[in-house]
Each structure stands twice: as C-alpha cells, then as structure tokens.
C-alpha cells in the first residue's frame, strides 16, 4: 500500500487549494478513504471521509461548507478541495485508507500517506 | 462530539519496563454490532501515524506482541509489556462509532 499526497503550499487567507492521494498497492474502490490534519506541534484531527464508491461524505464541523472531499476510483486518487482557507487550516494533511474494504466507512486507518504540508498565511 | 481523553500526558519508561496508558471516552464505543471502535495509534518522530491496535484489543499484523489493548464501554488501555528505544514517540487513542475522534495524545520517552 502506497499513499502519495500532493498539492500543499503557502496560500494567502481565503484562498483555494486542492490536495490530491494518489494510490497504489491495493483495489482504491473498494475503501474508504480519510483525511486527517495535525497542526504544528499539535495533534491528530479528523477532517473528511468518503465511502468506497463514493456515495457518502463525512465532514468535520470544523471544515463543513468549506472543504469538499471526492475520488476518482479511475485514476486511484482521493482529492480534498479547500476554500476559504482560514490560519487555524493550517496543518500537515494525511490521507488513510481504511482498514477494511466497505461499501460505506468502517472509519479506523490501517494505512497513512506522509502527508502534504498546507499554510495558510499572508 | 465524542471526546476522548488520554492519561498520561508523558511517560518516561526505562527499557524492559512496562508502560500504561489509559483512555477514556465520553460516551460508549460499543455499536450495536457487537464491535467496539477504538483504535490505538503511535506516531514515532518525524514519521506518520501507525497503526497498532483496532476494537480494541486486535493487533495490527507486524505490531509485536509487547503491545495489548483492553477496555470495554468507556474506558480503554494500551500496555507495552517490556518498553523498547523503538517505542518512542505520541501515542494516540482513537474512537469510530461516531465520525472520528482523537485523544490529545500521550508522548512515551526512554529514560
């Protein structure tokens, strides 16, 4: 299982950013998958989930309405779109692929990418 | 919100000493499938999490067996039986029977 996050930066508030996972090593449809975030020197919060296939969303309160989670069980990429982006949305973002293979979410992580780094400053 | 609290929030073991960390959840992770959805976590430095232990007590293939988990309901503890300099790091509980909640961690260091 391999998980690759790309597409972290420096963004000025209110700003836009897409991370992308890219997947390998296993049958991406058929998981869940997970973001979680760790603020500097802080620890592990939850963010977003989506079902394998796609069919259900899961948002912390503390991104809702704000960041949008998708995939593309073609290209074996798990996407996290981010608006509005706050300071306090700064953070190390993992994706995870859950630990057993589900039409829905089972929701504990069996595998961890090694994260995308996101600052949000001006 | 489900609010996981974890205790201690360091350690300082000598090797071949045992370690306890306990954990506690603000409401029952038991789900009416008979599963219990807590899952223990380390973070070595610089590294990702890893995953050690999921409902509990189940071992995550490669964890050494040094590592066990117990709890039911509420209040759940990881043990290392005999601590080793390859331990170190922030231990993290972790609940799912309700989108997911972490603990604040529990940071293991070799005296």
């Known amino acids: 299982v391999q998980l690759v996050e790309s597409g972290g930066g420096v963004i000025q508030p209110g700003g836009s950013l897409r991370l992308s996972c890219a997947a390998s090593g296993f049958t991406f449809s058929r998981y869940a998958m997970t973001w979680v975030r760790q603020a500097p020197g802080k620890g592990l919060e939850w963010v977003s989930a989506?079902?394998?296939?796609?069919?259900?969303?899961y948002y912390a309160d503390s991104v809702k309405g704000r960041f949008t989670i998708s995939r593309d069980d073609s290209k074996d990429t798990l996407y996290l779109q981010m608006s509005s982006l706050r300071a306090d949305d700064t953070a190390l973002y993992y994706c995870?692929?859950?630990?057993?293979?589900?039409?829905?979410?089972?929701?504990?992580?069996?595998?961890w990418g090694q994260g995308a780094l996101v600052t949000v400053s001006s | 919100d489900i609010v996981m609290t974890q205790t201690p929030l360091s350690l300082s073991v000598t090797p071949g000493q045992p370690a306890s960390i306990s954990c506690k959840s603000s409401?029952?992770?038991?789900?009416?499938?008979?599963?219990?959805?807590l899952f223990w976590y380390l973070q070595k430095p610089g590294q990702s999490p890893q995953l050690l232990m999921y409902?509990?007590?189940s071992r995550f293939p490669g964890v050494p067996d040094r590592f066990s988990g117990s709890g039911s309901g509420t209040d759940f503890t990881l043990k290392i039986s005999r601590v080793e300099a390859e331990d170190v790091g922030v231990y993290y509980c972790m609940q799912g029977i309700n989108r997911l909640t972490f603990g604040g961690g529990t940071k293991v260091e070799i005296k």
């Open positions: 409401q029952s992770l038991l789900h009416s499938d008979g599963k219990t959805y």
């Open positions: 409902e509990v007590s």
């Open positions: 995870g692929k859950d630990l057993w293979e589900t039409n829905s979410w089972y929701g504990g992580i069996g595998s």
């Open positions: 989506i079902g394998g296939g796609g069919g259900s969303t």
